[in-house]
């Protein structure tokens, strides 16, 4: 589902719904499994509220007066444009609900948010301005001095698009105002905030990361996440487990728990959502669980086949990967 009604987005709004890379057997993670406390579980919205929505940017946040800006759409192009502001909204508009995740996010990690987008389409702009048959990469300036890049055969797909409000209102200006990019999909890192120019070029443009080794395609990996319970927890009974898996633009086909380090894995049930953009939350029942201490981790699968890795990788040069493990007791 590619545009949300106004009584959708309301809808989700209100709908509600850990620590190590590792699959924790190793001595070392049974002595820290002793030594930590009990830590709850995380309670997440589906729709992440803007001021709870994460911040990650190079240079600080920009404050861009609106009347004193413009988008120009310069390069190889055979209409050089200059927009303003005014010009966008009057443009024909999407609304898309898209997750953005910062490519030095942990496979645990906060630094993952989901929420309703209202912008323009970027290949609208682009074939108002004509395309010269040479172009390869599209770039994106920030107010920051901050810049990437995305091909152009991305830039021209339909889900691609400048957003200027967020969950409702205008972009806060923690998060682009007046004009970000969404391209879902690809890392934080190419979806440039407080845009000044947009720039075609017929090279592969090395951006603010590139030119530090950080990857130039960007493409988010599959993840999930336990939210519930919490590291260490010891339990009492049935209990319901729930987290979140995310491939970034290709939905999830399918979820997995094991409670015994690996040996076995159980389907568990995914929510409702309504964007393949989104991530998707899960859940399963354990009902009644022996007692002891249980070994558990969740794997994902999305609609295009590809499975998440327990491949242990660290964010440089293309963002994490790993399986989410916790440890549990039952009484």
Not at 162 to 188: D, K, Q, S, T, W
Request: charged share 20%; with cysteine; proline share 7%.
């Amino acid at each position: 589902m590619s545009s949300l009604s106004r009584r959708s987005f309301l809808q989700y709004a209100g709908a509600g719904a850990a620590m190590l890379l590792t699959s924790e057997k190793s001595e070392a993670a049974n002595f820290i499994a002793k030594k930590f406390l009990a830590l709850p579980p995380r309670k997440l919205p589906f729709i992440t509220p803007n001021k709870d929505f994460y911040i990650v940017q190079c240079c600080g946040v920009q404050k861009v007066e609106v009347a004193n800006w413009s988008l120009p759409i310069t390069g190889l192009v055979k209409q050089p444009l200059r927009l303003t502001y005014a010009d966008i909204l009057k443009m024909p508009s999407i609304e898309k609900m898209v997750t953005l995740q910062c490519i030095d996010n942990e496979v645990s990690g906060e630094l993952i948010s989901n929420a309703v987008w209202r912008g323009v389409p970027l290949s609208d702009i682009l074939n108002k301005a004509g395309l010269s048959p040479s172009v390869a990469d599209v770039v994106l300036h920030g107010a920051d001095d901050y810049s990437d890049s995305i091909t152009l055969d991305r830039a021209m797909n339909y889900d691609v698009f400048l957003a200027y409000h967020m969950n409702g209102v205008p972009l806060p200006p923690e998060h682009g105002f007046p004009l970000r990019a969404v391209v879902p999909g690809i890392y934080g890192i190419k979806n440039v905030k407080w845009l000044t120019k947009i720039e075609l070029v017929g090279h592969d443009y090395q951006g603010y990361w590139q030119k530090k080794g950080w990857t130039d395609e960007g493409t988010i990996k599959v993840k999930s996440r336990i939210d519930a319970p919490g590291p260490y927890n010891t339990l009492k009974g049935s209990y319901r487990f729930s987290g979140y898996a995310f491939s970034g633009y290709n939905g999830i086909s399918r979820v997995e728990i094991t409670l015994d380090g690996g040996t076995r894995w159980i389907p568990v049930k995914l929510k409702p959502t309504p964007s393949h953009y989104s991530w998707v939350f899960w859940e399963y029942f354990w009902k009644d669980p022996k007692p002891g201490k249980y070994q558990v981790a969740v794997r994902a699968t999305d609609n295009i086949g590809r499975s998440q890795t327990d491949f242990i990788a660290r964010p440089f040069p293309d963002g994490t990967s790993g399986l989410h493990s916790i440890v549990t007791f039952v009484e």
